[in-house]
């Protein structure tokens, strides 16, 4: 059994920083391509950023340049440093992979969620 664990999320005053960590633990062989994802109250869940296995990443055009999503393969963990925060970058935000286990089979897992919070 994998699981995902989100951490680093916190309340922050508007143009400060957070770092959001996302470590996986279980039987794995590998992990595949991770993204963060947010959740604002009222609104639908949308994909802030991802990183495949080679390192390439995407971002969502709202956070190009503030935010920044890196892997440490090692020890099984997704990072995302949030500089200049905005209020509206407020949610909650989770870590979603997918990850081989021995087997060589795929699956996807989503992380329990860490809530963010911009506001002076």
């Known amino acids: 059994q994998v699981q995902l664990v989100e951490s680093g999320g916190g309340l922050v005053q508007p143009g400060g920083s957070l770092r959001l960590s996302c470590r996986a633990s279980g039987s794995i062989f590998r992990i595949n391509a991770v993204g963060w994802y947010r959740q604002a109250p009222g609104k639908q869940r949308e994909l802030v950023a991802d990183i495949n296995s080679g390192g390439t990443t995407n971002y969502a055009d709202s956070v190009k340049g503030r935010l920044t999503i890196s892997r440490d393969n090692a020890k099984n963990t997704v990072y995302l440093q949030m500089n200049s925060l905005k209020p509206e970058d407020t949610a909650v935000y989770y870590c979603?992979?997918?990850?081989?286990?021995?087997?060589?089979?795929?699956?996807?897992?989503w992380g329990q969620g860490t809530q963010v919070t911009v506001s002076s």
């Open positions: 979603n992979a997918d990850i081989m286990d021995y087997g060589l089979n795929e699956y996807n897992y």
